[in-house]
Each structure stands twice: as C-alpha cells, then as structure tokens.
C-alpha cells in the first residue's frame, strides 16, 4: 500500500497543547490508544538498502513482531509518499521470503545482493494514537511519538507527530494540519526516523543543524509537460523558503535571511512564468504573501548587508577613523532588535498558513480548475515551448527599461534591476533545456551588469538607512562621520560603475538571447 503521511517535530510543549487542542476539536472515532514501539533497522554493512531508497525494520509492537518494508520514499511538501509493506515476523527474526509483494521483494534482495543484514539503529518510542474522523469524510491516524533513536551507544530524545491519511484526498492532511497547529510554530519534519538514525549512527547527531541552502538546479527536461515542470520548479522554491526559514529561527546566519529572500524571489519569479499554466486566485493570494514576508525578511538582510558590505569595507580601508565603531554598534542594535521581530512574526499563525497552503498548492495540484476547458490542453504543453515565450517575455520587458540607458533616472534603474533580477532568475529555471555552452556565455554577461545595479541599490539602500532622524547613530557624531566616509566612497563607486553601462547592456544584447 501507499503510505501518505505529513510529519512534525515537536518538544514537550508542543505535544501539550496538541493534546489539548485535540480534546476540544471532537474529531476522535474511539479513545485514544497509548502503546510502547521498538524497531530496529537492518541494512548490509554498505548501507545498501539505504542507497536504494528503502528501509527494512522489525517492530516490536505489544507482543507482536512485524516486518516493514518502505520503499520508493519520497518528501515533498513535508508530505511523505513511500510504498509499505508489512508482514508478521515470527520470534522478531528477518525473512525475507515473506515479504508478500513481490516487485518489493526483488528490489530488496537486488540491493542487498546476498550480503549480510545487520541492525543499524533502532527507535523506542511511546506512541498515542487517535484516528481522526473530518466533515468531508476523510480519516485520518494522528500518532504522536516520544522516546529514543538510539546507534550503537549513541541516544537522542526525539518527538514527533504524524498524520497518516488512511481514507480520502491529501488536502485533508493540510486542513488538519490548520486546525491541530493553529498558533502558528510548526516545524515539517523532512526525514524519516530511520534517516535520523543513520545519522546519529554516522555524526552522532540525529537532528540536522539549521543551515543556509541555496537555491538548486532543478532538472528539466525538454519532454516534460509543462505541469510537471511548474510541479518540480515550485517544490525546489518551497524547499529553499522551508530550510532557511529554520536557519533564521535558530541562527544568526547573515546567509539565512540572505537565501530565504532569494527563495521568495525565485517564487514569484515561477509563480509569473508559469501563470499562462497554473494561474489561479490562491496562486495571486500565495504570490502577495510571499511579497508580504519577503519585505520583512529584506528588513534584516539590509542591514546584515551595510554591516558586511559596505561598513567593515570601509572601517578596514581607514582603521583610525573611530566613527565606524560607533555606527556599527548601533546597526548591530537595530539589526537585533529586527532580527526578533522577524522571529516573531515567522513564528505566527500567517506565516505557518503560508508555509502549509503553499505546499498544499503545490502536493494537490491546487490549480486545477473543472470549469476551465482550455486548461488541460495548456497543462499538456511540452515546457520547451512555454520556455521560449517565458523568456522571450522577460527579455522584452528587459529591453524596455533599458530604453535610454545613458538618461535613465534612479527610480527608472532600479525598474531596470529588477526586471534583469526577474530574467535571471527565469534562465536559471529554465536554462537545463537549452545549451548549457550558450547559457553559461550569455549569464556571465549578464551578471556584469547585475553587479553595477548592486553598487547602486547599495548607495540607495545605505541612504535611506543612515540619514534619516531615526537612523541608528542620528545622534552621534562620530558615527555620522562614518556616514559620510561611507556614502561618499559608495557614491564615487557607483558612478564609476554606472559610466560602464550602456556598454555592458550592448554587451548583453550582441551575446543575446539564447533560447531563439
């Protein structure tokens, strides 16, 4: 059978109000059943199984022993999708010739290949089970999970709960996800117990640490339909938006902000070259609320940026000058009083409902709309052809802001950069089905002019941060010293730069569009 799950890590606290909240919602079929699991993970001493994608345990579950087969697993949205199969293990011992399907069976006596199966890790956990009956019909088995992973000598406390969807559509999952979780604080869990236990066997950890992710290549290929593209582009951006979500939670990693900025960018970036494909209402809806959190998530990078880039540049070009202590102390004093406010509001009820619909939109194909006719046909289209009219789109626009470059006014430059930002961010989505050769050529140039557009968002930025009334070190006059050391410095650079630019557009224009 397919497994469909959506997983969550909690604490002590969590696991509380769960369990409150469960109580008043009278979803319950029957009282909740509290039991003790024990499972231990086999794989050969290569970690085969692993490699395959497949996870192979016993389960000790009362006085019952089973056997478990999950294969085919994957993780999209925070849902898991993996193949289970189960069957009784006499004594708690291995055999494989009763794995009763027998594609499963195959794959796994393929990756095992006759080597010697061996425990790797193993869970003990306590889990209280609820089936969960909604309005529409559907069932759900919510199980929450205390205990152990435990490697060798190693063990670590772990706490999770899952949402196992055993009757009607995946949607249901996300609605129930809404209503358990309302207070916002939610944290997906992307891997599978018997992930973590690898790990804690392999680092001694069996928790990630919160690290920036960048964005990825997502591999298009030229047969692919236009839905399914849209489908992988759009589950690439969730991925980037979740990881650095966490990064900025638990971190102070200038690269945290920094990355889940450029991740809400790339999705409004997708969501508009995929709007002749996947245009719907909650598309707009999710499109302002990525805007919404990517404003206040700029906040913080900004000043991460005046701090990084232009105040330390500066202070190190000209050591004695004592005013640049006295400004970075202060922004450092404004960056942490914004650092917990964007805290705050990530951890909010609006910033989980955009996490959670957002994957929704993505794992239930939300865009779907029945009184639509045309919308099959545009769904079918081979993303190839949808490729050349999405940067054929992005390039005009391109060439109408950059009428004029020579008189072009700050307000008309800055149009110009983020609609340069916008093509760049198209060609790396869509660059896998073109020459990689004339890609490669046409990005370098492009990202010359992109660098003169950051000299001068840097000036404006700089700007409007340290010369107002309210500008962190307004009133102190070292500090304000530093400040005309840096705009004036950033000023001779940026007009430095921008004496270069119609040059570097003539540049772009002659290694030209790519795609045609």
């Excluded at 006295?326 to 705050?344: F, H, K, M, P």
Aim: charged residues 30%; hydrophobic residues 40%; contains cysteine.
């Amino acid at each position: 059978m397919t497994e469909i799950e959506l997983k969550f890590v909690l604490n002590e606290e969590s696991i509380r109000r769960l369990k409150s909240r469960l109580k008043g919602l009278e979803l319950n079929e029957s009282a909740a059943r509290t039991r003790t699991l024990r499972s231990v993970y086999y794989d050969t001493p290569e970690h085969s199984l692993r490699k395959a994608g497949t996870a192979l345990r016993i389960r000790r579950d009362g006085r019952r022993w089973i056997q478990t087969v999950k294969a085919r697993a994957s993780i999209n949205g925070g849902l898991l999708r993996a193949q289970e199969v189960e069957n009784p293990a006499p004594g708690g011992r291995l055999d494989l010739t009763r794995i009763p399907v027998l594609a499963v069976r195959a794959e796994v006596e393929e990756a095992i290949a006759g080597a010697e199966l061996v425990p790797v890790c193993e869970t003990q956990m306590k889990r209280v089970t609820s089936v969960l009956t909604l309005e529409n019909g559907a069932r759900v088995e919510l199980a929450i999970d205390s205990g152990e992973i435990i490697a060798g000598e190693l063990r670590e406390p772990f706490r999770e709960a899952e949402l196992e969807l055993l009757e009607g559509d995946v949607d249901s999952l996300y609605d129930l996800t809404q209503t358990l979780f309302p207070d916002g604080g939610l944290h997906l869990s992307t891997m599978s117990k018997s992930e973590r236990g690898y790990m804690l066997a392999e680092t001694g950890r069996a928790q990630t640490e919160p690290l920036p992710r960048n964005a990825c290549t997502v591999p298009l290929s030229a047969e692919m339909t236009s839905e399914i593209a849209a489908r992988d582009v759009l589950r690439e951006c969730f991925e980037q938006i979740s990881a650095n979500i966490e990064v900025v939670l638990f971190t102070d990693a200038p690269e945290g902000p920094h990355q889940l900025r450029i991740g809400l960018r790339r999705l409004r970036a997708a969501f508009g070259m995929f709007k002749p494909v996947i245009g719907h209402p909650e598309m707009l809806r999710l499109n302002e609320e990525a805007k919404i959190i990517g404003a206040q998530v700029g906040v913080l990078r900004d000043l991460d940026v005046v701090i990084t880039d232009i105040i330390d540049p500066e202070h190190e070009a000209h050591p004695h000058e004592q005013g640049f202590n006295a400004l970075r102390s202060a922004i450092e004093a404004r960056r942490e009083a914004v650092r917990e406010e964007l805290r705050e509001y990530l951890r909010s009820e609006r910033a989980q409902s955009f996490q959670i619909d957002l994957a929704r939109f993505i794992e239930t194909r939300r865009w779907l709309a029945p009184e639509d006719f045309e919308q099959t046909a545009r769904l079918a289209q081979p993303i190839r052809e949808l490729s050349c009219k999405a940067l054929g789109k992005r390039w005009k626009s391109c060439v109408k802001h950059a009428r004029g470059i020579d008189q072009l006014t700050i307000d008309e430059r800055h149009e110009l950069r983020k609609e340069l930002k916008k093509l760049r961010y198209t060609i790396e989505f869509l660059g896998p089905l073109y020459s990689q050769k004339k890609v490669a050529r046409f990005v370098k140039t492009m990202k010359k002019m992109q660098n003169i557009f950051g000299d001068l968002n840097d000036l404006a930025m700089a700007e409007e941060l340290l010369c107002k009334n309210d500008s962190p070190g307004a009133r102190n006059a070292n500090a304000q010293r530093a400040v005309g050391w840096v705009l004036g410095a950033r000023s001779a650079r940026a007009a430095a730069a921008w004496s270069n630019a119609k040059r570097l557009w003539h540049d772009v224009t002659v290694t030209g569009p790519f795609w045609r």
